[in-house]
């Protein structure tokens, strides 16, 4: 599956999502795993392609959803995390040129999706294009250092409308001490905390994406809370743990 790479920008991309004219009622009666691609895994209600998102993206037709926790830039494994060790991705570095692709890939989510979801991490929150709300995890055990003291938060990035109707009916922020499960992953994000964001910003029998999908955590969830959802992950190892995790039964999140 080799195609060019999606290109940086698009400025009316971006204004996409907040339209949200895009209906995805038809996904309901189309094949799954949706076909024109080669799938690592699939079942009932989840998909995993190994690859480049960049490339795969233009196969695929739109979601209801993408909800992703990008790679942040932070120079993963340049330094011993909490137990002391150094764990970084092996195939992509973190860094600030990851970045840039994260953030042409945004235009792109923005096209193929009425919302788009999204944990930027703090460092590389004000590079991200204005989103139409900011909400937050919330850590009071803190999750790290920075130069101002203790990492109480995390932002969450909101772009396109509450599935909801917003009016303040639901929160949009969430307080977590969840830890995550140590799944051979650098950082996997708590399920629990995970499954709020996806039930907060999507309705049941939704088709979510997460085209950064690292150990399957949204997948994850997606299976537990019904919805269909596609991963995409550049690193055949985290695949590889992500379909181990799902062929486990329906947890009761
Ligand atoms: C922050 S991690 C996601 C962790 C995930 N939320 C979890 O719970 O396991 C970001 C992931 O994006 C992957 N990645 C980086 N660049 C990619 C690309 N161009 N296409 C697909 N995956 C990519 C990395 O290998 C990494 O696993």
């Excluded at 900011?134 to 969450?156: L, M, V």
């Excluded at 051979?184 to 999908?213: N, Y």
Aim: proline share 9%; charged share 20%; net charge negative.
């Amino acid at each position: 599956m080799m195609r060019e790479p999606i290109s940086m920008s698009t400025s009316e991309g971006r204004s996409a999502a907040g339209n949200a004219s895009m209906t995805t009622n038809e996904n309901k009666d189309k094949p799954w795993p949706p076909a024109g691609i080669d799938w690592y895994y699939s079942d009932g209600s989840t998909a995993i392609a190994l690859g480049d998102c960049r490339l795969i993206l233009p196969h695929l037709e739109p979601v209801d959803l993408v909800l992703t926790d990008p790679p942040y830039g932070v120079g993963l494994g340049s330094r011993k995390n909490n137990n002391r060790e150094r764990i970084a991705y092996t195939q992509t570095a973190d860094n600030d040129e990851t970045i840039d692709g994260v953030l042409s890939l945004l235009d792109v989510a923005l096209l193929m999706s009425k919302r788009v979801v999204l944990t930027p991490g703090v460092k590389n929150l004000l590079r991200y294009p204005p989103p139409t709300h900011i909400g937050s995890f919330y850590y009071p055990a803190a999750s790290g250092c920075n130069p101002w003291g203790f990492s109480c938060w995390q932002p969450i990035l909101f772009y396109g409308k509450d599935p909801y109707g917003g009016k303040g009916s639901k929160p949009d922020s969430y307080q977590s001490t969840e830890p995550a499960e140590q799944n051979g992953h650098p950082c996997p994000k708590p399920l629990g905390q995970w499954a709020w964001l996806m039930a907060r910003t999507s309705l049941e029998g939704e088709t979510i994406l997460d085209p950064f999908m690292g150990s399957g955590t949204t997948l994850r969830a997606a299976k537990d809370l019904g919805r269909k959802c596609i991963g995409i992950e550049i690193e055949e190892r985290y695949c590889e743990i992500a379909a181990k995790r799902l062929a486990q039964e329906v947890l009761n999140l």
